[in-house]
Nanobody
């Protein structure tokens, strides 16, 4: 199973970026999918978490600015980031709990994509 992210880059404060992540490989089902980020010198933190059904959960620091959505049929999750701030600068990682079969579940990470917010 692989998680591949795309969509990072550099943007000015107040700008927007959209990240995408697709899970591929031998997949029976994808359970929780989420986004984490890690800024230099800081621990990795949760940004958004999406179960297969229900509403996403967001870190307080991104509520009202970031929106996550998933397409269960395509095993994809996106993160729309608006009103970006310099404090959002970090490497963003996709994370997913994937079942390769009904009886097993493993956690996977993407390779990360850099988001830089700078004037």
């Amino acid at each position: 199973v692989q998680l591949v992210e795309s969509g990072g880059g550099e943007v000015q404060p107040g700008g927007s970026l959209r990240l995408s992540c697709v899970a591929s490989g031998y997949i029976f089902s994808v359970e929780d999918m989420g986004w984490y980020r890690q800024a230099p010198g800081k621990e990795r933190e949760l940004v958004a978490l999406m179960s297969k059904v229900g509403t996403p959960k967001y870190a307080d620091s991104v509520k009202g600015r970031f929106t996550s959505a998933r397409d269960n049929a395509k095993n994809t999750v996106t993160l729309q980031m608006n009103k970006l701030e310099p404090a959002d600068t970090a490497v963003y990682y996709c994370n997913a709990n994937v079942r390769p079969s009904r009886n097993y579940e493993f956690n996977y990470w993407g390779q990360g994509t850099q988001v830089t917010v700078s004037s």
